[in-house]
Every structure is written in structure tokens, then in C-alpha cells.
């Protein structure tokens, strides 16, 4: 069903689009310049040409070179591409020494001609233009301009070959390119942003248009890696249709009670609380647990370096060091300050790729929330929890919260991601902390409602049923160990 | 014409299928016409009839008049009806105007 289309192989573009660019239709790509737009171009003729739809790369602001230049850096292999006669280039690049006047009326024949004889001779199928910006220089009048577009884009057309245009925006929103007249005539618009959101970097890519088909809407975010464009769309589709109810142990003892069997496989817990209230110590009880049944576990700490949490859970008696040294677990500390979220949901992903966790730990998301603004944070998070569903993983992820709201609501977000919610408060009225432990939420499961007394000491922490005589007169244990 | 004046080499990329094409032809003769010609080469390239053609000088539209040498080359793009840019070029390398030779002359000259 729906209309024909070509995959880009570009990771998340053919999800954002239902499965690529329409075939034999034109595209166009439009961004300020730095957004990404010539590495998605390069991406795709490597693709493209791997898949036997022959590309000629057409470029205009660099000269072919260059773009195989480019091109090899990323690890796609254009040379090799162009020698086998699976890619061809086309340089139409100026030097800027050798300036060009107009003295008068003229078209796109030129170039028209050459896009023919490509087609005819050396049987290409699709051709990528980088950019129409550079192609329509010097700038003709609006109406001619238009004129020249249209008939790029009618001879793409009539030649049976898929058009991929990029173009130039001057701003990350507003009009869409500096021609402003592109979209009109191409079946897919995509946009590209490099924006400078609370101090940090934030890429996106959106489906602006597309016509006869479905899309994705909205900004996605997307990063560029040495690998090339990688973006990360959320597809409720690669949900699995039929999750096991499997359970396994949280590590903890009465946890399993509470939660009635231990923790759900292929679900994403978020563990609330303040600070000093046991969080990481669950967090680290979670990886134990699952390193010692012999599952690879990969903790995430954004909080302190990585010597120092590794210490730190020598001190309450949950030494790492041997489940580190079985290959079982992997504990990377990063700052959240000092990378950017995409980085770090790339390092996710190729952490899941190539060493093929089972449980992650992200300890904790506030410290990335901190160093983002709320728009990035929520993509952030969506992201990751995609990325877990696609994968099937299972995954504990802490949040820091003032004392006493930890129980209460969270934003909608992190709520809808959250296969189960758990709170870790406690009340400093008396002479020891008075710490509880509830189950806010978890799908699918007859988990306890009422609240758990929670009890830190050496190796661990314990959890005990709290009755309803007892609740109403608390009398608050000792508390040998915080966090 | 000095031995040391450097020689021009003009090509015009023309598309026969394009009526600015046509112009710029006739403009050009039209052009030449008032300038002694021994140093000005002027080749014509149909894209319609040799596509490739236009790969060297990067030609994008028709129609476009490149001047090859001497050195920087550059571009003038459009059907001549404004003579100024290539007069420009002309007379910047000092090529003579034909001042009391007849037209006739160069009639066989070709462009």
C-alpha cells in the first residue's frame, strides 16, 4: 500500500517517513548551513548506490572531491563506490576567483542536458543536488528563480529519477529556505536544526511535508557521529505486541514482597527520591543482582567519577570490582555537563548494540535534567526509553526530588515511559530519619499499595511491611548508613 | 597586436532547444564584429548535442560564455543582450576595436 519509496538507510529516517523518499518524486532538505544536510546527502547516495539505484551526486558548494572526502571520513566508501561505476559525481562547483556576470537571459538547459545524459547513458536513477542554494547563484529574480526550480524539479520528474534537493535556510524557523520556493514542488520537505538551546547544542530533524503519505510529526532529535547522521524517532510500532510477564529479583529482600514477585522484565522503573534516601544504593543492589545471575548490566552514574562510586559501594559492602572484573557489569560515569543528550543516547545505543545489556541502570536522570532545558530533557527521555523498548531491555532509572514529593505526581513524560514507579522518602521530624518506600505504580502486577519501612544498612538495604497500626504510630528505627 | 598579448579563449555553451541560446549567438557575432579578432578564439558548444561537454567549465546554465584564458577563468552568463560584461573583458586585455575596417570583413571570421 501507499506510494512507492526508496529506504535511506540513515538510522530513524525511514522510520520518521514510513519507509524513506518517494521514489521518482523529489525531495527537499532544507537547513542552515551546519545542520547536517550534506552528510544526509552522502549517507544516501552511499545507500542508494549499495541498492542498485545508481546516484549522480551533483555538487554545487563543494566540489566531488571534497564530498568523497567527506564521504570516506564517515566510513562510507564513495571512492570505492565511484570505481565500481555504482555512484557518480557531478562537480559544478565555481572557484570564487573567477567571478560570474550576467549579461542577460538564460536557463537551466545546461545542466538539464547533463541530468539526461546521466540518466540515459550511465543509468541514474537518482539525482542529489547539494545544494539548489549554491545551483542559483548568482540569485535570479524571484520569478525566473521559481521558473529555473520548476524545471529542475519537471525534469527530474519526467526522467523517472528520484530528486533529492538541499537547501539553505537562513533561520532555524521562520521561512524555510533562502529561495522560498522549493517546497512547493517537492512531494517530501524535511528540515534540519542545529539549535543553541539552554547552552547546548540540540539537533533535530522534522518532516515538514510529505505528500500521500503518513509521517512522523514534529522535531525529532538526531546527532551526527563519526558514523554519520544517526536520529532517534520514537516508534510506538517497535513496542513488542506480546511482553512475557517474567520477573526477576530486585537484589533487595521484602522489595520482591512489596512489588509481589520482584521486578517486571522489558520494563523501565523510575526510582524517586531525595537526596540521601537510598536511591543509588538500589540502584547498585539492581545491578548486583542481575551481574550475579549472570546477566550484563551496564550502570550509568552522572553524579560522581567513576572511582569514587566504585568506592563508595565497596563502603556499604557492595563491592563492583569483581562483577566488573567478570565482564558482567560496565560502570561508565559521565558529566552530563560536558556531553550532549544525543551523545549520550548515540553511547547508549552503541553500549546496547555491541555489549548487550540486559539491565541498565542511569543514575540519575536529574543530573542530566539539570544540565538541559525541558524540551531537550523530554526528548532525551522518550529517546531512551524508545531505544530500551526496541531493544527489549529492562531498565532502573533514579530521580532526584525535594523531601516529601516523592510520592506525589510527575511530569507526564516520565509518568507514560514508567512501567513502574517507585518513592524512597523519608521525614526528618525526628531523632533518626524515618524512611519509607512505597509502589507508586506497576503495570501489570498486584503490587503492594501500602507503605514499606525502609531500613539502610551495611550491604544493602531492607524493606519491611509497614501494618496500618504501625504506620499510623511511627516510631522511627535507627538508621546505621546513608547514602 | 604585440607578440607578448596574451590570447582569449571563449567557448559559448548554448542548448538548441533554448531561445536565449539563439540570442546569445547572434549577440556575440554581433560583439566580435567591432573587434580585431587575431587574438579572440571562439568555440561553440552545443549541451544538447555533446552533454559532457559542459563538464569541464562546470556549466550549469545555457546560455554561458566562458573564457577560459588567460587565466582566472570566468563566467558571463546570459544571452548577451547586455554587451557591457564581455566588452568589459575585451578591452581590460587590451583587444582593439576594428575602427575603419569594413564589416564586411569579418563576416567570414565565424563565430
Given amino acids: 500500500m501507499g506510494i512507492p519509496k526508496l529506504t535511506t538507510g540513515i538510522p530513524g529516517f525511514d522510520i520518521l517517513t514510513h519507509g524513506g523518499i518517494p521514489e521518482a518524486r523529489s525531495t527537499l532538505v532544507a537547513g542552515r548551513s551546519g545542520t547536517g544536510k550534506t552528510i544526509f546527502a552522502l549517507q544516501l547516495a552511499a545507500h542508494l548506490a549499495r541498492h542498485d539505484v545508481t546516484p549522480l551526486l551533483v555538487g554545487v558548494e563543494e566540489s566531488g572531491e571534497d564530498l568523497l572526502v567527506t564521504g570516506d571520513g564517515l566510513g562510507l566508501d564513495l571512492t570505492a563506490l565511484r570505481r565500481d561505476g555504482k555512484l557518480h559525481i557531478a562537480d559544478?562547483?565555481?572557484?570564487?576567483?573567477?567571478?560570474t556576470v550576467v549579461s542577460g537571459e538564460y536557463d537551466l538547459y545546461g545542466l538539464i542536458h547533463r541530468l539526461e545524459a546521466a540518466v540515459?547513458?550511465?543509468?541514474v536513477k537518482a539525482i542529489i543536488v547539494d545544494s539548489a542554494t549554491a545551483l542559483f547563484s548568482p540569485r535570479p529574480p524571484a520569478d525566473q528563480l521559481r521558473n529555473h526550480f520548476f524545471q529542475l524539479v519537471h525534469t527530474l520528474r519526467r526522467l523517472q529519477v528520484t530528486g533529492v534537493i538541499l537547501a539553505e535556510s537562513t533561520?532555524?524557523?521562520?521561512?524555510?529556505?533562502?529561495l522560498g520556493?522549493?517546497?512547493y514542488v517537492c512531494d517530501l520537505v524535511v528540515i534540519m536544526r542545529n539549535t543553541i538551546d539552554f547552552d547546548r547544542r540540540r539537533r533535530s530533524i522534522e518532516v515538514n511535508k510529505y505528500r500521500r503519505s503518513a509521517h512522523f510529526k514534529g522535531e525529532y532529535p538526531c546527532t551526527v557521529t563519526t558514523r554519520g547522521l544517526v536520529i532517534f524517532p520514537q516508534n510506538p510500532k517497535e513496542r513488542p505486541d506480546f511482553v512475557a510477564i517474567e520477573r526477576f529479583s530486585s537484589g533487595v529482600s521484602g522489595l520482591d514482597e512489596m512489588t509481589s514477585g520482584g521486578w517486571l522484565r522489558n520494563s523501565i522503573i523510575i526510582v524517586r527520591g531525595p537526596t540521601g534516601s537510598g536511591k543509588t544504593m538500589l540502584a547498585g543492589l539492581y545491578a548486583r543482582a542481575g551481574a550475579l545471575r549472570g546477566e550484563r548490566v551496564v550502570y550509568y552514574g552522572f553524579e560522581e567519577p567513576r572511582p569514587i562510586l566504585v568506592r563508595n559501594f565497596e563502603l556499604i559492602g557492595m563491592p563492583m570490582t569483581p562483577l566488573i572484573?567478570?565482564?558482567?557489569?560496565?560502570?561508565?560515569c559521565r558529566y552530563p555537563e560536558s556531553t550532549s543528550l544525543e551523545d549520550l543516547l548515540v553511547n547508549l545505543r552503541i553500549g546496547i548494540e555491541e555489549y548487550g545489556p540486559s539491565l541498565i541502570v542511569m543514575d540519575s536522570i536529574s543530573s542530566i535534567e539539570h544540565a538541559s532545558s525541558e524540551k531537550s530533557f523530554r526528548q532525551f527521555i522518550i529517546g531512551v526509553a524508545a531505544?530500551?523498548?526496541e531493544h527489549g531491555r529492562s531498565a532502573l532509572l533514579t530521580q532526584t526530588v525535594m523531601p516529601g514529593e516523592a510520592a506525589r505526581h510527575t511530569a507526564p513524560y516520565l509518568s507514560t515511559v514508567a512501567d513502574a514507579i517507585l518513592s524512597m522518602d523519608y521525614t526528618a521530624d525526628g531523632y533518626e530519619l524515618d524512611r519509607q518506600m512505597r509502589v507508586i505504580?506497576?503495570?501489570g502486577s498486584n503490587h503492594e499499595t501500602h507503605p514499606y519501612r525502609l531500613i539502610i544498612e551495611p550491604g544493602g538495604l531492607k524493606v519491611e511491611k509497614l501494618t496500618a497500626d504501625e504506620y499510623l504510630n511511627r516510631k522511627p528505627r535507627a538508621s546505621s548508613f546513608a547514602t | 597586436m604585440t607578440p607578448q598579448a596574451p590570447k582569449i579563449e571563449l567557448v559559448l555553451y548554448i542548448s538548441a532547444s533554448s531561445p536565449s541560446s539563439a540570442r546569445a549567438v547572434a549577440n556575440l557575432r554581433r560583439i566580435l564584429r567591432r573587434y580585431k579578432r587575431g587574438r579572440v578564439s571562439v568555440a561553440v558548444r552545443d549541451l544538447y548535442a555533446e552533454p559532457w561537454s559542459g563538464e569541464r567549465d562546470q556549466i550549469t546554465f545555457t546560455p554561458t560564455l566562458c573564457k577560459r584564458a588567460p587565466e582566472p577563468p570566468s563566467w558571463i552568463l546570459g544571452d548577451l543582450s547586455r554587451p557591457e560584461p564581455l566588452v568589459e573583458l575585451l578591452e581590460f586585455y587590451g583587444v582593439e576595436p576594428t575602427h575603419g575596417h569594413s564589416e564586411a570583413h569579418h563576416r567570414h571570421s565565424g563565430v
Fill in chain 1, 441 to 443: 505504580k506497576m503495570r
Fill in chain 1, 181 to 183: 520556493v522549493e517546497d
Fill in chain 1, 92 to 99: 559544478l562547483t565555481r572557484p570564487m576567483e573567477g567571478p
Fill in chain 1, 171 to 178: 533561520a532555524d524557523y521562520g521561512q524555510l529556505t533562502t
Fill in chain 1, 120 to 123: 540515459k547513458e550511465r543509468h
Fill in chain 1, 387 to 389: 531505544l530500551l523498548r
Fill in chain 1, 325 to 332: 572484573n567478570t565482564g558482567n557489569l560496565r560502570v561508565v
